[in-house]
């Protein structure tokens, strides 16, 4: 039994395709009708076939029997005409006959098409009726299956007897269904075929507002367009004016977050001055210590108000950034400023787009670039790949790696620490890999440390992508 809320194994091959499924569903349903339609329809035309068949063997055998007499001496007399021209023809599968059933009679009549005697099985093999009659399947003269219509009449008074058999061709009549079958089959499929068909542009043609509703989300999500334009059906309408509501609500959201940053900033920009002017004023220790807090207090202050910036931005749906472009320029602009490093650059072929804002990306790759220029000691490369996945769940690798001396496993997470310095002699604040760290966060992404090929530091971060 599958557990609550946990897909069983087939519906996880199922197609995610609600057009497939519609289609998939009404055709299974269309076939299994057909094939119900087709059984129901063969079986009632063999069984009227079967009737009629059997009905026309019984009356030519009534007509058989008032067509025979019997003579004085007990010979058996009479020309039958059953008025079907295939009982004149040889080997047809139509034959009758009439032989002596009791002492004293004498004789045998038969049809023309009747070239040998047909044998017919014993009495206790198929046993006759009540009324003296029974009916069984034989071989014919040509190999043929005949149906046997058999019944022994009394002629005269004398109770002189008299089998009469009228043989019909079985195999004949299977020939005529299979032909039936055959042509009830072609015009169920071909009925069946233009039905799915019909089916497929009913459902294509009431599932094209959904399609204009997911072309419609990829321009919001491209960024050129900011809500669900159009008209839709009356069942998609409702959908349609929710998701331009949280879009508005969305962009509210950020617009007050960003003027919430706005305002702290501000407020929190004077102070901060002043106790740093008031810090180096001061001099000595005291000032020292004064101005070297305030320094760290406008780091810190900057640090969570991007925090907040990006999470605001990271619920946002309209912020996309073109990656190629944005590496192309930063490899150019590290390249210019270290002559005695060598970059290589690597892209996809396809445009790859980041689902956050540009200045976020440019601060990553910047500070991730920095750090492997510091360290490196003649080369530096930057490659970008797209990780395949479904659109909601798309990713963009960005892979930097210097060949300096890297960094142990074992020391990798300090690294990453606000203001952790692993080496005193080399400049910089410390603060590089942990903004990294944090943006990457903030976005749902990962950072990753490793040891390159040449031996350096590899880091690698994975961001959200779009299609």
């Given at each position: 039994?599958?557990?609550?809320?946990?897909?069983?194994?087939?519906?996880?091959?199922?197609?995610?395709?609600?057009?497939?499924?519609?289609?998939?569903?009404?055709?299974?349903?269309?076939?299994?009708?057909?094939?119900?339609?087709?059984?129901?329809?063969?079986?009632?035309?063999?069984?009227?076939s079967e009737r009629g068949f059997d009905s026309l063997l019984s009356a030519h055998l009534f007509n058989l029997i008032g067509s025979v007499g019997i003579s004085e001496t007990g010979r058996l007399t009479g020309s039958p005409d059953l008025g079907d021209l295939r009982f004149s023809e040889p080997n047809s599968g139509w034959y009758w006959s009439v032989?002596?059933?009791?002492?004293?009679?004498?004789?045998?009549?038969?049809?023309?098409?009747?070239?040998?005697?047909?044998?017919?099985?014993?009495?206790?093999?198929?046993?006759?009726?009540?009324?003296?009659?029974?009916?069984?399947?034989?071989?014919?003269?040509?190999?043929?299956?005949?149906?046997?219509?058999?019944?022994?009449?009394?002629?005269?008074?004398?109770?002189?007897?008299?089998?009469?058999?009228?043989?019909?061709?079985?195999?004949?009549?299977?020939?005529?269904?299979?032909?039936?079958?055959?042509?009830?089959?072609?015009?169920?499929?071909?009925?069946?075929?233009?039905?799915?068909?019909?089916?497929?542009?009913?459902?294509?043609?009431?599932?094209?507002?959904?399609?204009?509703?997911?072309?419609?989300?990829?321009?919001?999500?491209?960024?050129?367009?900011?809500?669900?334009?159009?008209?839709?059906?009356?069942?998609?309408?409702?959908?349609?004016?929710?998701?331009?509501?949280?879009?508005?609500?969305?962009?509210?959201?950020?617009?007050?977050?960003?003027?919430?940053?706005?305002?702290?900033?501000?407020?929190?920009?004077?102070?901060?001055?002043?106790?740093?002017?008031?810090?180096?004023?001061?001099?000595?220790?005291?000032?020292?210590?004064i101005a070297d807090q305030a320094v760290s207090m406008q780091g810190q202050v900057e640090h969570y108000l991007q925090r907040a910036r990006v999470a605001a931005q990271r619920d946002s749906v309209v912020y996309r950034t073109a990656v190629k472009p944005l590496a192309q320029r930063m490899a150019r602009v590290m390249q210019k400023l270290n002559p005695?490093?060598?970059?290589?650059?690597?892209?996809?072929?396809?445009?790859?787009?980041?689902?956050?804002?540009?200045?976020?990306?440019?601060?990553?790759?910047?500070?991730?670039?920095?750090?492997?220029?510091?360290?490196?000691?003649?080369?530096?490369?930057?490659?970008?790949?797209?990780?395949?996945?479904?659109?909601?769940?798309?990713?963009?690798?960005?892979?930097?790696?210097?060949?300096?001396?890297?960094?142990?496993?074992?020391?990798?997470?300090?690294?990453?620490?606000?203001?952790?310095?692993?080496?005193?002699?080399?400049?910089?604040?410390?603060?590089?890999?942990?903004?990294?760290?944090?943006?990457?966060?903030?976005?749902?992404?990962?950072?990753?440390?490793?040891?390159?090929?040449?031996?350096?530091?590899?880091?690698?971060?994975?961001?959200?992508?779009?299609?």
């Amino acid at each position: 039994m599958t557990r609550p809320g946990r897909k069983s194994a087939w519906w996880r091959f199922w197609p995610r395709s609600l057009t497939f499924r519609v289609i998939a569903f009404s055709t299974i349903w269309a076939v299994l009708a057909l094939v119900v339609i087709f059984t129901l329809i063969n079986t009632l035309y063999r069984q009227a076939s079967e009737r009629g068949f059997d009905s026309l063997l019984s009356a030519h055998l009534f007509n058989l029997i008032g067509s025979v007499g019997i003579s004085e001496t007990g010979r058996l007399t009479g020309s039958p005409d059953l008025g079907d021209l295939r009982f004149s023809e040889p080997n047809s599968g139509w034959y009758w006959s009439v032989e002596p059933a009791s002492p004293g009679v004498s004789g045998e009549l038969h049809s023309p098409s009747m070239i040998q005697p047909i044998p017919s099985p014993t009495a206790a093999e198929v046993p006759f009726n009540s009324e003296f009659q029974r009916s069984y399947i034989t071989e014919g003269i040509d190999g043929e299956e005949v149906e046997v219509f058999e019944s022994e009449f009394v002629l005269d008074a004398k109770n002189h007897a008299a089998r009469f058999r009228v043989m019909g061709n079985e195999t004949e009549l299977e020939s005529e269904i299979s032909r039936f079958q055959g042509r009830l089959l072609t015009y169920l499929s071909l009925f069946g075929v233009g039905m799915i068909a019909i089916n497929a542009i009913a459902i294509l043609v009431g599932l094209q507002p959904l399609r204009r509703v997911r072309n419609a989300l990829a321009m919001i999500r491209e960024g050129t367009a900011h809500r669900l334009d159009g008209r839709f059906p009356a069942e998609i309408e409702p959908l349609a004016n929710e998701t331009n509501a949280l879009i508005e609500n969305n962009k509210r959201i950020v617009e007050r977050s960003r003027t919430q940053v706005g305002n702290l900033a501000h407020s929190l920009k004077t102070p901060l001055a002043v106790l740093l002017n008031e810090g180096r004023a001061l001099g000595g220790a005291k000032g020292k210590l004064i101005a070297d807090q305030a320094v760290s207090m406008q780091g810190q202050v900057e640090h969570y108000l991007q925090r907040a910036r990006v999470a605001a931005q990271r619920d946002s749906v309209v912020y996309r950034t073109a990656v190629k472009p944005l590496a192309q320029r930063m490899a150019r602009v590290m390249q210019k400023l270290n002559p005695n490093i060598r970059f290589s650059l690597s892209l996809p072929a396809q445009e790859v787009l980041f689902a956050g804002e540009r200045a976020d990306l440019e601060e990553m790759l910047g500070n991730l670039l920095e750090n492997a220029v510091k360290w490196a000691k003649a080369s530096v490369s930057l490659s970008v790949r797209q990780i395949e996945g479904d659109e909601a769940d798309m990713w963009v690798e960005f892979a930097i790696e210097d060949d300096g001396p890297g960094i142990p496993e074992d020391k990798a997470r300090e690294a990453m620490k606000r203001g952790r310095r692993l080496d005193e002699t080399k400049p910089g604040t410390g603060l590089g890999l942990a903004i990294v760290t944090d943006l990457v966060n903030e976005y749902g992404g990962s950072l990753a440390l490793e040891r390159s090929a040449s031996g350096g530091l590899r880091a690698v971060v994975r961001l959200r992508s779009i299609a």
